[in-house]
Protein backbone atom coordinates (compact mmCIF):
# COMPACT_ATOMS: atom_id res chain seq x y z
CA UNK A 1 0.00 0.00 0.00
CA UNK A 2 1.42 3.75 -0.70
CA UNK A 3 1.71 6.05 2.01
CA UNK A 4 -0.77 9.26 2.45
CA UNK A 5 0.90 12.58 0.71
CA UNK A 6 -0.69 14.10 4.67
CA UNK A 7 2.08 11.24 6.70
CA UNK A 8 4.55 12.10 3.75
CA UNK A 9 4.10 15.87 3.74
CA UNK A 10 4.77 15.47 7.48
CA UNK A 11 7.49 12.98 7.79
CA UNK A 12 10.31 13.97 10.10
CA UNK A 13 13.33 13.05 8.01
CA UNK A 14 14.20 12.31 4.27
CA UNK A 15 13.43 8.73 3.56
CA UNK A 16 15.26 6.50 1.15
CA UNK A 17 12.27 4.51 0.10
CA UNK A 18 8.93 5.93 0.03
CA UNK A 19 5.71 4.95 -2.35
CA UNK A 20 2.45 7.21 -2.96
CA UNK A 21 0.04 7.46 -5.23
CA UNK A 22 -3.03 9.70 -5.76
CA UNK A 23 -4.75 12.13 -8.66
CA UNK A 24 -2.52 14.52 -10.88
CA UNK A 25 -3.49 18.16 -10.59
CA UNK A 26 -0.56 19.72 -12.78
CA UNK A 27 2.32 18.71 -14.30
CA UNK A 28 5.38 21.24 -15.66
CA UNK A 29 8.14 20.57 -17.96
CA UNK A 30 11.51 21.69 -18.76
CA UNK A 31 14.04 20.12 -20.62
CA UNK A 32 15.49 17.96 -18.14
CA UNK A 33 13.04 16.74 -15.80
CA UNK A 34 9.03 17.27 -15.02
CA UNK A 35 7.34 18.49 -11.67
CA UNK A 36 4.08 16.44 -10.82
CA UNK A 37 1.44 17.53 -8.59
CA UNK A 38 -0.16 14.36 -6.79
CA UNK A 39 -3.15 14.58 -4.65
CA UNK A 40 -4.39 11.21 -2.72
CA UNK A 41 -7.43 13.12 -1.13
CA UNK A 42 -6.02 12.50 2.36
CA UNK A 43 -5.31 16.05 2.78
CA UNK A 44 -5.68 19.38 1.06
CA UNK A 45 -2.00 19.80 -0.24
CA UNK A 46 -0.02 18.22 -2.97
CA UNK A 47 2.81 16.40 -3.27
CA UNK A 48 4.95 17.71 -5.54
CA UNK A 49 7.61 14.48 -7.74
CA UNK A 50 9.98 15.07 -9.58
CA UNK A 51 10.72 12.72 -12.86
CA UNK A 52 14.15 13.56 -14.24
CA UNK A 53 15.17 12.65 -17.32
CA UNK A 54 17.82 9.85 -15.55
CA UNK A 55 14.44 8.39 -14.40
CA UNK A 56 14.07 4.97 -15.80
CA UNK A 57 10.27 5.63 -16.31
CA UNK A 58 10.49 9.32 -17.90
CA UNK A 59 9.49 8.07 -21.37
CA UNK A 60 5.97 7.88 -20.15
CA UNK A 61 6.06 11.96 -19.04
CA UNK A 62 4.47 13.02 -21.63
CA UNK A 63 0.81 10.84 -21.11
CA UNK A 64 0.68 11.73 -17.33
CA UNK A 65 -1.95 14.50 -17.61
CA UNK A 66 -3.96 16.23 -15.46
CA UNK A 67 -6.44 13.72 -13.62
CA UNK A 68 -4.40 11.02 -14.26
CA UNK A 69 -3.78 8.34 -11.48
CA UNK A 70 -0.58 7.61 -10.44
CA UNK A 71 1.88 6.02 -8.36
CA UNK A 72 5.49 6.63 -7.94
CA UNK A 73 7.90 5.04 -5.76
CA UNK A 74 11.20 7.19 -4.76
CA UNK A 75 12.90 9.02 -2.36
CA UNK A 76 11.82 12.00 0.21
CA UNK A 77 13.67 14.27 -0.20
CA UNK A 78 13.59 18.21 1.05
CA UNK A 79 11.99 20.37 -1.23
CA UNK A 80 14.28 23.43 -2.42
CA UNK A 81 10.88 24.86 -4.21
CA UNK A 82 8.96 27.23 -2.07
CA UNK A 83 5.97 26.41 -0.09
CA UNK A 84 6.75 22.54 0.59
CA UNK A 85 9.07 21.22 2.85
CA UNK A 86 9.20 17.98 0.96
CA UNK A 87 8.86 16.31 -2.84
CA UNK A 88 9.72 13.25 -4.38
CA UNK A 89 12.24 12.79 -6.74
CA UNK A 90 11.07 9.37 -8.58
CA UNK A 91 12.78 6.21 -9.38
CA UNK A 92 9.32 4.29 -10.66
CA UNK A 93 6.34 6.21 -12.50
CA UNK A 94 3.94 4.24 -13.15
CA UNK A 95 0.48 5.33 -15.18
CA UNK A 96 -2.15 3.29 -12.92
CA UNK A 97 -5.04 5.37 -15.05
CA UNK A 98 -4.52 7.25 -17.72
CA UNK A 99 -6.63 10.62 -18.30
CA UNK A 100 -7.55 12.14 -21.97
CA UNK A 101 -6.93 15.54 -21.93
CA UNK A 102 -10.59 16.69 -22.36
CA UNK A 103 -10.51 15.65 -18.52
CA UNK A 104 -12.97 18.56 -17.32
CA UNK A 105 -10.91 19.77 -14.43
CA UNK A 106 -8.58 21.74 -15.64
CA UNK A 107 -6.68 24.08 -13.73
CA UNK A 108 -8.84 27.19 -13.83
CA UNK A 109 -11.37 27.63 -11.24
CA UNK A 110 -15.15 26.62 -11.84
CA UNK A 111 -18.16 27.61 -10.85
CA UNK A 112 -20.18 25.93 -8.31
CA UNK A 113 -23.47 25.77 -10.96
CA UNK A 114 -20.64 24.09 -13.08
CA UNK A 115 -19.58 21.43 -10.54
CA UNK A 116 -22.77 20.44 -9.64
CA UNK A 117 -23.32 19.16 -13.33
CA UNK A 118 -20.26 16.51 -12.47
CA UNK A 119 -21.17 15.81 -8.96
CA UNK A 120 -18.68 12.32 -9.86
CA UNK A 121 -15.33 14.38 -10.41
CA UNK A 122 -16.27 17.43 -8.08
CA UNK A 123 -14.42 15.69 -4.91
CA UNK A 124 -10.97 15.92 -7.24
CA UNK A 125 -11.55 19.63 -6.54
CA UNK A 126 -9.81 21.29 -4.17
CA UNK A 127 -13.19 23.17 -2.42
CA UNK A 128 -15.04 20.34 -2.79
CA UNK A 129 -12.36 17.52 -1.17
CA UNK A 130 -11.87 20.06 1.65
CA UNK A 131 -15.70 20.15 2.28
CA UNK A 132 -16.07 16.37 2.27
CA UNK A 133 -13.10 15.91 4.41
CA UNK A 134 -14.88 18.22 7.13
CA UNK A 135 -18.41 16.69 6.48
CA UNK A 136 -16.59 13.42 7.14
CA UNK A 137 -14.79 14.56 10.08
CA UNK A 138 -17.74 16.16 11.53
CA UNK A 139 -19.61 13.35 11.62
CA UNK A 140 -16.83 11.57 13.71
CA UNK A 141 -17.11 14.42 15.86
CA UNK A 142 -20.83 14.56 16.78
CA UNK A 143 -20.39 11.00 17.89
CA UNK A 144 -17.63 11.62 19.76
CA UNK A 145 -19.48 14.22 21.36
CA UNK A 146 -22.22 12.11 22.13
CA UNK A 147 -20.67 8.91 23.23
CA UNK A 148 -18.14 11.60 25.84
CA UNK A 149 -21.63 12.56 27.47
CA UNK A 150 -23.17 9.40 27.35
CA UNK A 151 -25.42 8.80 25.06
CA UNK A 152 -26.63 6.21 22.90
CA UNK A 153 -26.41 6.23 19.60
CA UNK A 154 -30.03 4.51 18.06
CA UNK A 155 -30.86 3.50 14.44
CA UNK A 156 -34.14 4.53 13.59
CA UNK A 157 -35.76 3.41 10.66
CA UNK A 158 -35.74 4.49 7.63
CA UNK A 159 -38.93 3.40 6.11
CA UNK A 160 -42.13 4.63 8.28
CA UNK A 161 -45.43 3.82 8.67
CA UNK A 162 -45.72 7.42 10.93
CA UNK A 163 -45.60 11.02 9.94
CA UNK A 164 -43.33 12.40 12.54
CA UNK A 165 -44.13 16.64 11.56
CA UNK A 166 -47.42 15.81 10.50
CA UNK A 167 -46.64 18.08 7.72
CA UNK A 168 -47.33 15.40 4.75
CA UNK A 169 -44.59 15.95 3.23
CA UNK A 170 -43.28 12.28 2.91
CA UNK A 171 -41.92 10.35 0.06
CA UNK A 172 -44.23 7.32 -0.78
CA UNK A 173 -42.41 3.56 -0.45
CA UNK A 174 -44.40 0.91 -2.24
CA UNK A 175 -44.01 -1.98 -4.30
CA UNK A 176 -47.16 -1.53 -5.74
CA UNK A 177 -47.63 -1.79 -9.46
CA UNK A 178 -48.41 1.74 -10.70
CA UNK A 179 -49.92 0.68 -13.64
CA UNK A 180 -52.06 -1.39 -12.22
CA UNK A 181 -53.27 0.00 -8.38
CA UNK A 182 -55.03 -2.32 -6.52
CA UNK A 183 -58.46 -0.48 -5.58
CA UNK A 184 -61.22 -0.99 -2.60
CA UNK A 185 -64.60 1.16 -2.69
CA UNK A 186 -61.91 3.81 -5.63
CA UNK A 187 -59.14 4.02 -2.61
CA UNK A 188 -55.64 2.54 -3.05
CA UNK A 189 -55.49 -0.95 -1.40
CA UNK A 190 -52.81 -0.87 0.55
CA UNK A 191 -53.66 -4.54 2.01
CA UNK A 192 -51.76 -5.23 -0.87
CA UNK A 193 -48.60 -3.20 -0.96
CA UNK A 194 -45.56 -4.51 0.98
CA UNK A 195 -46.42 -4.13 4.21
CA UNK A 196 -49.82 -4.38 4.16
CA UNK A 197 -50.45 -0.65 5.02
CA UNK A 198 -48.89 2.75 3.55
CA UNK A 199 -45.07 3.12 4.07
CA UNK A 200 -42.91 6.40 3.69
CA UNK A 201 -39.88 7.32 3.97
CA UNK A 202 -39.21 9.14 7.54
CA UNK A 203 -39.28 12.82 7.59
CA UNK A 204 -37.67 12.53 11.14
CA UNK A 205 -36.32 9.94 13.53
CA UNK A 206 -38.15 11.15 16.45
CA UNK A 207 -41.21 9.83 17.58
CA UNK A 208 -38.99 6.31 17.30
CA UNK A 209 -35.70 7.80 19.23
CA UNK A 210 -38.43 8.75 22.16
CA UNK A 211 -39.34 5.43 22.51
CA UNK A 212 -36.31 4.73 23.31
CA UNK A 213 -35.11 7.81 25.51
CA UNK A 214 -37.64 6.39 27.98
CA UNK A 215 -35.70 4.00 28.69
CA UNK A 216 -31.86 4.25 28.14
CA UNK A 217 -32.25 8.10 29.36
CA UNK A 218 -29.78 9.89 26.49
CA UNK A 219 -29.96 9.32 23.10
CA UNK A 220 -29.51 9.89 19.80
CA UNK A 221 -30.38 9.45 15.97
CA UNK A 222 -27.92 10.48 13.49
CA UNK A 223 -28.84 9.46 9.66
CA UNK A 224 -30.85 10.32 6.57
CA UNK A 225 -33.90 12.13 6.63
CA UNK A 226 -36.45 13.20 3.53
CA UNK A 227 -39.18 15.57 2.49
CA UNK A 228 -40.71 16.04 -0.44
CA UNK A 229 -41.65 19.67 0.14
CA UNK A 230 -41.12 21.52 -2.96
CA UNK A 231 -39.00 24.63 -1.88
CA UNK A 232 -36.10 25.08 -4.19
CA UNK A 233 -34.18 27.18 -1.54
CA UNK A 234 -30.54 27.29 -0.96
CA UNK A 235 -31.32 25.69 2.87
CA UNK A 236 -33.29 22.88 1.93
CA UNK A 237 -33.07 19.44 -0.15
CA UNK A 238 -35.14 16.10 -0.07
CA UNK A 239 -32.22 14.23 1.29
CA UNK A 240 -30.75 15.73 4.09
CA UNK A 241 -28.66 14.46 7.02
CA UNK A 242 -30.42 15.28 10.64
CA UNK A 243 -28.56 14.66 14.58
CA UNK A 244 -31.48 14.07 16.81
CA UNK A 245 -30.61 14.01 20.45
CA UNK A 246 -33.38 13.14 23.39
CA UNK A 247 -33.05 13.48 26.75
CA UNK A 248 -35.36 12.22 29.86
CA UNK A 249 -35.74 13.87 32.71
CA UNK A 250 -35.28 17.13 31.01
CA UNK A 251 -37.40 20.49 29.94
CA UNK A 252 -36.63 22.92 27.52
CA UNK A 253 -34.04 24.88 28.97
CA UNK A 254 -31.83 21.97 29.22
CA UNK A 255 -32.71 21.10 25.50
CA UNK A 256 -31.82 24.34 24.64
CA UNK A 257 -28.37 23.83 26.78
CA UNK A 258 -27.76 20.81 24.64
CA UNK A 259 -28.55 22.35 21.38
CA UNK A 260 -25.98 25.87 21.75
CA UNK A 261 -23.39 23.35 23.48
CA UNK A 262 -23.33 20.85 20.90
CA UNK A 263 -22.71 23.80 17.98
CA UNK A 264 -20.28 25.80 19.99
CA UNK A 265 -18.29 22.36 20.21
CA UNK A 266 -18.48 20.99 16.83
CA UNK A 267 -17.06 24.63 15.47
CA UNK A 268 -14.82 24.70 18.00
CA UNK A 269 -13.98 21.58 16.92
CA UNK A 270 -13.43 22.46 12.77
CA UNK A 271 -11.74 25.03 14.07
CA UNK A 272 -9.20 23.35 15.80
CA UNK A 273 -8.97 20.14 13.70
CA UNK A 274 -10.22 21.20 10.21
CA UNK A 275 -7.52 23.84 10.07
CA UNK A 276 -6.04 23.40 6.83
CA UNK A 277 -9.35 23.05 5.02
CA UNK A 278 -10.99 25.53 6.67
CA UNK A 279 -8.26 28.24 5.52
CA UNK A 280 -9.37 27.06 1.94
CA UNK A 281 -12.91 28.24 2.47
CA UNK A 282 -11.89 31.44 4.64
CA UNK A 283 -9.82 32.35 1.88
CA UNK A 284 -12.01 31.69 -1.40
CA UNK A 285 -15.69 31.72 0.16
CA UNK A 286 -16.05 33.83 2.56
CA UNK A 287 -13.11 36.36 4.37
CA UNK A 288 -15.56 36.84 7.79
CA UNK A 289 -15.64 33.12 8.61
CA UNK A 290 -13.07 33.01 11.09
CA UNK A 291 -14.33 36.05 12.68
CA UNK A 292 -17.73 34.36 12.55
CA UNK A 293 -17.00 31.02 13.61
CA UNK A 294 -14.47 32.62 16.82
CA UNK A 295 -17.71 34.51 18.12
CA UNK A 296 -20.15 32.05 17.94
CA UNK A 297 -17.37 29.21 19.73
CA UNK A 298 -16.75 31.90 22.38
CA UNK A 299 -20.17 33.86 23.33
CA UNK A 300 -23.67 32.19 24.78
CA UNK A 301 -26.10 32.42 22.21
CA UNK A 302 -28.86 35.30 22.75
CA UNK A 303 -32.44 33.44 24.64
CA UNK A 304 -35.33 35.48 23.64
CA UNK A 305 -39.02 34.09 23.39
CA UNK A 306 -41.08 34.29 20.39
CA UNK A 307 -43.50 37.16 21.71
CA UNK A 308 -40.47 38.98 22.85
CA UNK A 309 -38.84 38.56 19.29
CA UNK A 310 -42.05 39.74 17.44
CA UNK A 311 -42.44 42.47 19.91
CA UNK A 312 -38.39 43.18 18.93
CA UNK A 313 -39.31 43.18 15.47
CA UNK A 314 -41.63 45.31 15.23
CA UNK A 315 -40.05 47.77 17.27
CA UNK A 316 -36.69 48.04 15.10
CA UNK A 317 -37.44 50.40 13.36
CA UNK A 318 -36.71 48.30 9.83
CA UNK A 319 -38.70 47.49 6.98
CA UNK A 320 -39.59 44.10 6.25
CA UNK A 321 -40.96 42.47 3.31
CA UNK A 322 -43.45 40.52 5.75
CA UNK A 323 -44.28 42.66 8.95
CA UNK A 324 -44.07 40.73 11.65
CA UNK A 325 -46.77 39.65 13.67
CA UNK A 326 -47.59 37.21 16.55
CA UNK A 327 -48.98 33.95 14.91
CA UNK A 328 -46.67 34.22 11.82
CA UNK A 329 -43.36 32.10 10.77
CA UNK A 330 -40.19 34.10 11.41
CA UNK A 331 -39.08 34.99 7.65
CA UNK A 332 -35.54 34.37 6.69
CA UNK A 333 -35.33 38.75 6.64
CA UNK A 334 -36.29 38.78 10.29
CA UNK A 335 -34.11 35.47 11.71
CA UNK A 336 -31.27 37.51 9.82
CA UNK A 337 -31.69 40.69 11.61
CA UNK A 338 -31.53 39.43 14.50
CA UNK A 339 -28.76 37.01 13.91
CA UNK A 340 -26.95 39.66 11.32
CA UNK A 341 -27.51 43.03 12.25
CA UNK A 342 -28.99 42.95 15.70
CA UNK A 343 -27.35 40.54 18.08
CA UNK A 344 -25.01 39.47 15.37
CA UNK A 345 -24.45 36.33 16.94
CA UNK A 346 -26.92 33.20 17.40
CA UNK A 347 -29.96 33.35 18.71
CA UNK A 348 -32.07 31.05 20.68
CA UNK A 349 -36.32 31.49 20.13
CA UNK A 350 -38.67 29.77 22.36
CA UNK A 351 -42.58 29.50 23.42
CA UNK A 352 -43.96 29.62 19.67
CA UNK A 353 -47.56 29.71 18.91
CA UNK A 354 -48.85 26.10 19.09
CA UNK A 355 -50.38 26.83 16.13
CA UNK A 356 -46.89 26.64 14.40
CA UNK A 357 -45.88 24.10 15.69
CA UNK A 358 -46.14 19.95 15.67
CA UNK A 359 -48.84 17.96 17.62
CA UNK A 360 -45.76 16.62 19.82
CA UNK A 361 -44.73 19.72 21.57
CA UNK A 362 -45.82 20.50 25.18
CA UNK A 363 -48.61 22.85 25.83
CA UNK A 364 -47.77 25.70 28.05
CA UNK A 365 -49.73 26.79 30.77
CA UNK A 366 -50.57 30.39 28.88
CA UNK A 367 -52.74 28.46 26.71
CA UNK A 368 -51.67 29.60 23.33
CA UNK A 369 -47.48 28.89 23.30
CA UNK A 370 -45.91 25.53 23.15
CA UNK A 371 -42.18 24.69 24.91
CA UNK A 372 -40.49 24.95 21.57
CA UNK A 373 -37.23 26.38 20.31
CA UNK A 374 -35.30 27.41 17.10
CA UNK A 375 -31.84 28.18 17.34
CA UNK A 376 -31.23 30.59 14.48
CA UNK A 377 -27.82 31.54 13.24
CA UNK A 378 -26.43 34.20 10.94
CA UNK A 379 -25.81 33.51 7.28
CA UNK A 380 -28.16 30.26 7.74
CA UNK A 381 -31.22 30.61 9.47
CA UNK A 382 -32.73 28.00 11.56
CA UNK A 383 -29.99 25.69 12.45
CA UNK A 384 -32.08 23.48 14.86
CA UNK A 385 -35.45 23.01 15.61
CA UNK A 386 -36.68 21.47 18.95
CA UNK A 387 -38.74 21.28 21.85
CA UNK A 388 -39.80 19.65 25.24
CA UNK A 389 -42.94 16.97 24.38
CA UNK A 390 -46.18 16.67 25.64
CA UNK A 391 -45.77 13.84 28.17
CA UNK A 392 -48.92 14.20 29.91
CA UNK A 393 -51.08 11.31 28.09
CA UNK A 394 -54.76 13.43 28.16
CA UNK A 395 -52.75 16.54 26.63
CA UNK A 396 -51.35 14.61 24.30
CA UNK A 397 -54.36 12.22 23.22
CA UNK A 398 -56.46 15.61 23.10
CA UNK A 399 -53.90 17.24 20.84
CA UNK A 400 -53.66 14.74 18.07
CA UNK A 401 -57.54 14.42 17.83
CA UNK A 402 -57.93 18.17 17.84
CA UNK A 403 -55.36 18.04 14.36
CA UNK A 404 -57.52 15.21 12.88
CA UNK A 405 -55.23 12.66 12.99
CA UNK A 406 -56.27 9.28 13.71
CA UNK A 407 -55.15 8.23 17.41
CA UNK A 408 -55.03 4.62 15.52
CA UNK A 409 -52.30 5.45 14.10
CA UNK A 410 -50.45 7.01 17.59
CA UNK A 411 -51.54 4.10 19.83
CA UNK A 412 -47.61 3.22 20.40
CA UNK A 413 -46.25 6.49 21.37
CA UNK A 414 -49.29 7.20 23.37
CA UNK A 415 -48.79 4.36 25.47
CA UNK A 416 -45.08 5.54 26.04
CA UNK A 417 -46.85 8.11 28.14
CA UNK A 418 -49.37 5.89 29.54
CA UNK A 419 -46.28 3.61 30.73
CA UNK A 420 -43.78 5.51 33.15
CA UNK A 421 -44.06 8.98 31.22
CA UNK A 422 -41.33 11.65 31.93
CA UNK A 423 -40.99 15.19 31.01
CA UNK A 424 -38.50 14.52 28.03
CA UNK A 425 -36.98 16.83 25.40
CA UNK A 426 -34.71 16.86 22.10
CA UNK A 427 -34.06 18.99 18.80
CA UNK A 428 -32.96 18.07 15.03
CA UNK A 429 -29.99 19.87 13.81
CA UNK A 430 -29.89 19.49 10.07
CA UNK A 431 -26.03 18.19 9.25
CA UNK A 432 -26.02 19.95 5.96
CA UNK A 433 -26.81 23.79 7.48
CA UNK A 434 -24.06 22.92 9.88
CA UNK A 435 -21.46 22.62 7.10
CA UNK A 436 -22.79 25.16 5.49
CA UNK A 437 -22.31 27.49 8.60
CA UNK A 438 -18.85 26.30 9.47
CA UNK A 439 -17.59 26.62 5.83
CA UNK A 440 -19.26 29.94 4.56
CA UNK A 441 -20.90 28.02 1.09
CA UNK A 442 -24.36 29.38 0.59
CA UNK A 443 -25.63 26.42 -1.73
CA UNK A 444 -26.54 23.67 0.43
CA UNK A 445 -26.03 21.22 -2.31
CA UNK A 446 -22.39 22.18 -2.27
CA UNK A 447 -22.30 20.37 1.19
CA UNK A 448 -23.29 17.13 0.38
CA UNK A 449 -21.71 14.73 -2.40
CA UNK A 450 -24.85 13.84 -3.87
CA UNK A 451 -27.76 16.83 -3.49
CA UNK A 452 -31.36 15.61 -4.22
CA UNK A 453 -33.86 18.58 -5.16
CA UNK A 454 -36.63 18.97 -6.87
CA UNK A 455 -36.53 18.16 -10.45
CA UNK A 456 -32.94 16.62 -9.95
CA UNK A 457 -31.35 13.12 -8.97
CA UNK A 458 -28.62 12.50 -11.62
CA UNK A 459 -26.69 9.93 -10.29
O1 LIG B 1 -37.40 21.78 12.59
P1 LIG B 1 -37.47 20.39 12.04
O2 LIG B 1 -38.52 20.10 11.03
O3 LIG B 1 -37.59 19.46 13.33
C1 LIG B 1 -37.88 18.13 13.35
O4 LIG B 1 -37.90 17.40 12.40
C2 LIG B 1 -38.00 17.57 14.75
N1 LIG B 1 -38.69 16.29 14.66
C3 LIG B 1 -36.61 17.45 15.32
C4 LIG B 1 -36.64 16.93 16.73
O5 LIG B 1 -37.12 17.60 17.61
N2 LIG B 1 -36.08 15.76 16.94
O6 LIG B 1 -36.06 20.00 11.41
C5 LIG B 1 -34.89 20.07 12.18
C6 LIG B 1 -33.76 20.68 11.38
C7 LIG B 1 -34.01 22.10 10.91
O7 LIG B 1 -33.75 23.03 11.92
C8 LIG B 1 -33.04 22.20 9.76
O8 LIG B 1 -31.72 22.47 10.21
C9 LIG B 1 -33.06 20.80 9.19
O9 LIG B 1 -33.53 19.94 10.19
N3 LIG B 1 -33.94 20.69 8.01
C10 LIG B 1 -33.51 20.60 6.74
N4 LIG B 1 -32.28 20.63 6.21
C11 LIG B 1 -32.17 20.51 4.88
N5 LIG B 1 -33.21 20.37 4.04
C12 LIG B 1 -34.47 20.34 4.52
N6 LIG B 1 -35.51 20.17 3.68
C13 LIG B 1 -34.66 20.47 5.92
N7 LIG B 1 -35.75 20.47 6.74
C14 LIG B 1 -35.29 20.60 7.99
MG1 LIG C 1 -38.21 23.64 12.20
Not at 431 to 446: A, C, P, S
Request: glycine share 8%.
Amino acid sequence: MPESVHSLLHSESVRDAVTVAGWVRTRRDSKEFSFIEVNDGSCLANLQILVEAACQDYGIVGTVHTGAAIRVEGELVASPGKGQRWEVRARRLQLVGPAPEDFPLQKKRHTDEFLRTIAHLRPRTNKYGAMFRIRARLAHAVHEFFHQRGFYWIHTPIITGADCEGAGEMFRVTTLDLDNIPKVNGAVDFSQDFFGKEANLTVSGQLSVETCCLALGKVYTFGPTFRSENSNTSRHMAEFWMIEPEIAFADLRDDMALGEELVRHLVRFVQQECAEDLDLFARFVDKDLPARLENIASHEFIRLSYTETVELLQKSGRKFEFPPAWGHDLQSEHERFLTEDHFKQPVIVYDYPREMKAFYMRQNDDGRTVAAMDILVPAIGELIGGSQREERYDHLERRIAELGFDLADYWWYLDTRKYGTVPHAGFGLGFERLLMLVTGVGNIRDVIPFPRTPKHLEF
